[in-house]
């Protein structure tokens, strides 16, 4: 055999896989990795008995972290706090065992074990559907064979995988709360707005659709428009009067503020 | 003649338009207006002479306010402060006179003509293509034919146009602040962690795409996920810690602040 040819006997070996998890990233996780040739979820393990019918249908499930299978790789697919305590007591001694968070060090993992990240960046919503294609998956590891078969793994999910350091993931996840979850937030504020007003939301759709799809274009530095922008002192006043809720109100002003820091202010 | 006829007949005059202003609404209005048969602009007046030759080589221009040409329909496509200015300095009377502004009421325009509002609910940038189908346009006017004939344009633009009153006009350029001004800034805000560590902006683009996506099949207040929503107080003092940019850490806080009010501390 050449070593081409052995690359490709190593490149289409299976890795069995045990999920231990059972909320948003654990479910789509499973359902991402179903479809893949290379990943074979053999077990899912999860105290929420009732959280395990989903995957029951398909594939072995247990409410006993004691009495976990013997596989290549055990993903945790569960909060920050619960990677701690449930790799604590994990039984399994010289696994890949890999977590999916976005600030929680490799180090947080038992050093039984070799210790991997998986971390989606996707915010998973029961119900809805993701394409994984496109979602980017940030991996770590301890040495050069596990970036290899985590690299391998997340590359049978998506077009974008990411081997960057804890410092770097870390900062993407406070960038994601500001991208994805802040800005749901804003959103939420703009519905209730369009609410209050009897003007149905969906009137919105287009303009948040158009704000998101432009920055693929333009930095949105550039593409900041608004009454802080072009530092509309009187627009400003009006609106902040129309803002009865307090906090509202405090968002309004403070980001405006931020604004006028970034883009210097009366310019424009 | 049937009046079913005779209806035809009128929805099919064109009417003739003078559009006063030279910038991106302006520009955005006369590129959409052209793909139309029922408007027909005539002239474009404006204080910027250079400004004005991206309209010459297909349409009449002029720098003095005094030398409107005779049309329908004059469109003031001006910042907030220069519709009052212009409006109160026109030489035309007994006109349908429209200015294109979500903040400015009807009664900012000249009593000496027939006033009228035609607000299309979108963040324009220069040399960023729009699609106007897509486009929510607002009008008002003083009386149902001149609502007609806005209602007759508008829709000669976009699939979708709301009569609307001034109020709710009022409060949805507000809500449009929040969801395209506020949340545009926080890409910002993004982008700069992503460039400060290293890693690119395009690494967040599928999360913003999916964000924006998912509202309009999930309320925001049910997609809310993050530290924030699940009262993660560990993770968001490590946000804070990161965060050594005064006014981002105030915006992490205050926005934390008011989805914890908007969904109850602790749940989750």
Redesign the interface.
């Known amino acids: 055999l050449k070593s081409g040819s052995l690359r490709i006997v190593v490149l289409l070996k299976m890795v069995s896989i045990v999920l231990i998890g059972t909320g948003n990233v654990a479910r789509h996780l499973y359902d991402a990795f179903r479809s893949t040739d290379f990943c074979n979820i053999i077990q899912v393990a999860g105290r929420n008995e009732h959280a395990l019918n989903y995957f029951k249908p398909r594939t072995a499930t247990s409410t006993n972290f004691r009495e976990l299978a013997d596989a290549d790789i055990y993903i945790i697919a569960l ?3 619960a990677i701690n305590t449930v790799s604590d007591n994990l039984i399994v001694k010289n696994k890949l065992v890999v977590h999916t968070s976005g ?1 929680v060090p490799l180090t947080a993992l038992p050093g039984t074990n070799r210790a991997g990240v998986l971390y989606p ?5 029961r119900e ?1 559907p ?1 394409n994984f294609k ?3 998956i940030c991996i770590e590891a301890g040495n050069r064979a596990d970036i290899e078969i985590l690299n391998k793994m997340a590359s049978a999910l998506s077009d ?1 995988v ?1 081997d ?1 350091s804890y ?2 993931r ?3 996840h ?18 209730d ?2 609410l ?4 149905p ?21 550039d ?7 072009r530092n ?1 002192t ?2 400003m006043e ?2 902040l009067e ?2 009865d809720n307090a ?2 109100a ?3 002003s ?2 405006s ?3 006028r ?2 883009h210097g202010r009366g310019i424009d």
Do not use: M, W
Request: charge should be negative; charged fraction near 25%; aromatic fraction near 8%.
């Open positions: 909060s920050d706090d600030s960046l996707q915010s998973f919503t809805f993701v496109e979602v980017p974008r990411y960057i410092e770097q870390k900062s993407l406070l960038a994601a709360v500001f991208v994805n979850n802040f800005t749901n937030h804003l959103y939420a504020i703009g519905e707005i369009c209050e007003n009897n003007l939301f969906s009137i919105l759709h287009p303009l948040i659709r158009e704000t998101s799809r432009k920055i693929e274009h333009v930095s949105p530095k593409a900041q428009t608004g009454p802080a922008r509309d009187g627009t009006k609106h129309e803002l906090t509202r405090e968002i309004y403070l980001i503020k931020s604004i820091e970034t």
